[in-house]
């Protein structure tokens, strides 16, 4: 299929073969249904790394997510390689996983660039980036594949840049769902790693804007898309919404290191 992106990390962050990934996801999904009493949903945070690590705690997210009547996407991650620094869109075609192709939303794209001025059209830069791919079989698998996602990876995630891309979204008269794909901290020793997590949540349940950066300076905050982060707390805010916790762990949970973990937290944003 022309315009396709082919899948990066599969066979390494999640199994490469149709029926063990469908199998990994559907363990996922068993989980308990979180108790959240809504109006509206307005987005998510979930983790990106490989599944037997994070897929526990992301499913908390997508059993939410699949009960939600809006299947339009816009899936914000940070660009590990921090380059390029601008907000990188990936304007049209598909993306394909194991479990089959998932459709951009050119339009949604096309709004996007229209409407903020830091936005780029630039494929490229998506090619070896994994936070967002991460997610798409976990959409395919409870929506087979009826959904359609506009992705942005962001290098710099400054509050700037933040602002712009919430003030983007908050001018479109038909919002998409805003999904973020970030981990928490990284490589502490578990306890202190869990600590500095919890400042994260903290902020982001309190919808502390200006504290949720403060902290990040002040304690080193190793969350590697936090500004994908800022920019849902902005529109959540901004539509008088709240965010809230529904599961968090870490690597350390999964394996037997707890020297050096990565945090994961699954978190709601709703009215």
């Known amino acids: 299929m022309d315009n396709t992106r082919e899948p990066y990390v599969s066979g390494a962050f999640y199994p490469d073969d149709y029926e063990k990934l469908k199998e990994y996801i559907e363990g996922y999904m068993n989980a308990e249904t979180p108790d959240i009493k809504y109006k509206k949903l307005i987005g998510a945070i979930v983790p990106h790394a490989g599944y037997m690590y994070s897929g526990h705690t992301a499913a908390y997210a997508y059993k939410l997510i699949e009960k939600n009547k809006n299947k339009d996407f816009l899936i914000i991650g940070p660009n590990h390689s921090g380059f390029p620094s601008y ?7 598909y993306w394909n996983t194991p479990l089959g192709y998932a459709r951009i939303n050119s339009e949604l794209s096309d709004r ?3 409407k903020s001025d830091i936005i ?3 494929k490229e830069a998506h090619i070896i980036e994994h936070s967002i791919e991460v997610q798409l079989p976990f959409l395919q698998y409870i929506f087979k594949g009826n959904f359609t996602f506009s992705p942005i990876i962001l290098g710099n995630q400054g509050a700037a840049v933040a602002r712009n891309i919430a003030e983007t979204i908050e001018s479109l008269e038909e919002k998409p769902f805003v999904l973020i794909s970030s981990d928490f901290n990284h490589y502490l020793q578990y306890d202190k790693n869990n600590e500095l997590d919890q400042i994260l949540i903290n902020d982001i349940e309190g919808l502390h804007i200006l504290k949720y950066y403060e902290d990040i300076k002040k304690y080193g905050i190793s969350a590697c898309g936090f500004g994908a982060i800022a920019i849902l707390m902005i529109v959540t805010k901004q539509m ?32």
């Open 240 to 271: 008088k919404g709240k965010i809230e916790l529904l599961n968090h762990s870490n690597s350390g949970d999964f394996s037997n290191d707890k020297k050096r973990v990565v945090g994961y937290s699954a978190m709601i944003a709703y009215k």
């Open 120 to 122: 780029k059209d630039d």
């Open 112 to 114: 996007m660039l229209l």
């Open 87 to 93: 907000p990188a869109i990936y304007r049209n075609g």
